[in-house]
């Protein structure tokens, strides 16, 4: 068991810098998730905490130790890949005992820890088999169970799930939670998936432009973000972003007032569409409704709230039709004010 | 998509089949022809004679030792070059074209320009005794220094032929992805276990082709020995030059023609099976 931490990492390919000063760190068991959309420095940090890349400055301490110029196999870690790089002409067994064997332990030692790993991941019926006979969701266990044979300290996967089918994934979630939680790893999970990074980790470490945004529990993150980013890339429907004018701590909106913070010039005004309400006479913050969305669970209703373009959620029983101009009634403490200048979010009042 | 007629592949690849049937088979049929018939029949009498003549013993034991030696040396060279090769960042495709240059230059020439360098009054011979290590021309490829004129044919051989062994391996080691190292690296395995346990092994349909091909040009081995060595290093294709051209026995030329064939699909089938990739193993 071994925390990380990253310190102030920078990571430059020519003229351009995937990692901006990157610091964060995973205590000990902890399950962080990196999220980020493609092209964010996500995979590049992964790898550097792996040893794949080398940083070009900034420090990696595993467990206490600076590993920042150690190869891959002194680092003490496991990996899953996204495309699992199970090898493919080694059976599911041998895949599995590969790090055991190259640790040269006892043959006894081996069999037992590759059908414990097995059982977690119920792969034992294939140990004979090639990767190339298993399915894909097959083949991401065995490449789970090859990282949780060694019975790693820190274990990092990146976007182990992105290549299986909707459903597998939802699935292969689950279970990767329940193996983990068991295990106690201290793992780092890349993913552009804000379900899976919701649902799996302890805490989410939102990437943007080489930077990280925001670190912090799923809640947190999705009820508080940092940035505009963060607001915008968690949640579905994302974010609403109202442009108002703050004056003498109210902004106003049509008939509505919010208390607002008086610090920026020019300000917005972030709603989730499901922290609004239809409110019951039509006062409140006038919503313009052009498309209604019937979903199942819910209503997904697009409009415009002051003329910018909005996504509302709605109760499914909800009647509101296309056209129709409704008022919304908004909780002043679940909305987040943003600097537009900066596009990160003010301290709330 | 509108059913096209059934005719249309095969008369697609009609042209290749009658080049084939044409230059190939048609010539195969008639060397096998020829190398079983002597006098008004059937007979074996082509190979009796070729396997009571005096260089024949030799020029077997020198063809096979020659390939023993010469092949395994250019897959070795080959594989650390291939592996140096994919490693660079810049000027890759520069020291490939270099590393190939000699595939573009005929076996005789290549033979020639070592018998320039080699002979008694060659460069080797100038540079040994300008640094005084020889007192005058000293002979390497004459029948007094059978070890010497080995040596130099495979050197000659080595520097002619293992460019398109790398060739075929940097193509293999381009087809492996690199994930397969990265994760054998982060599971522990050292450089020499990861080339030992997960690139040799996913290279092997790579090595299959390119021993295959390489194993069967070597038993035809020609120019290059007769250039350096004349007959005083007799091998198979060399006997049956001779044969043909200087003893004008077809006959007997035919059988050797034949011999180095069956010896050459028996070594293809024995790789065939030792290095097979069994379908479930393929990535």
Redesign the interface.
Known sequence: MADIVIDRVVKEFGSFRALQEVSLTVNDGEFVALLGPSGCGKTTLLRII???ETQTSGRVVIGGQDVSHL???KRG???V?Q?Y?V???MTVFENVA??LR??KAAAADVKRKVERAAALLHIESYLD??P??LSGGQRQRVAVA?ALA?EPAVLLMDEPLSNLDALLRLEMRTELKAVLREAGTTTIYVTHDQTEAMGLADRIAVMYGGKIDQIGSPLEIYATPATRFVGGFIGSPPMNFIKVRCSQGTARIGDAALPCPVTAESLELGLRGEDASLSADGSGLPFDVRVVEPMGSHLLLTGAIDGQLARIVAPPTAEVTAGERVGLTVDPARVTWIDSTTGRALARA | MPARPSWIPYALIAPSVVFLAALFLVPLVQTIWLSVSAGDGLSLENYRRMAGDLNFALAVKNTFLLTLVVVPLQVVLALGMATMVTKLDKGRDLVLWVLTIPLGISDLAAGLAWLALLQNTGYLNSALYALGLIQGPTGWLSQETPVALFFAIVLAELWRATAIVLVILIAGLQLI?K??A?????????PW?RFTR?TL??L?PSLQSALILRTVLAFEVFAVVYALGGRNFPVLAGEAYVWQNDNQNYGVAAAYAVLIMAISLAATAVYLRVLR???????
């Open positions: 792996a040893g794949l190869s891959p196999r870690l496991a990996m890949f495309n790089a090898f493919p002409h590969f790090g190259m640790q088999r090639y190339a006979k090859r060694v | 992805p994930e397969f990265e994760a054998a690296e982060i599971f522990g395995a050292k276990t997960i092994p996913l092997k990739t069994r379908p479930e193993q393929l990535p």
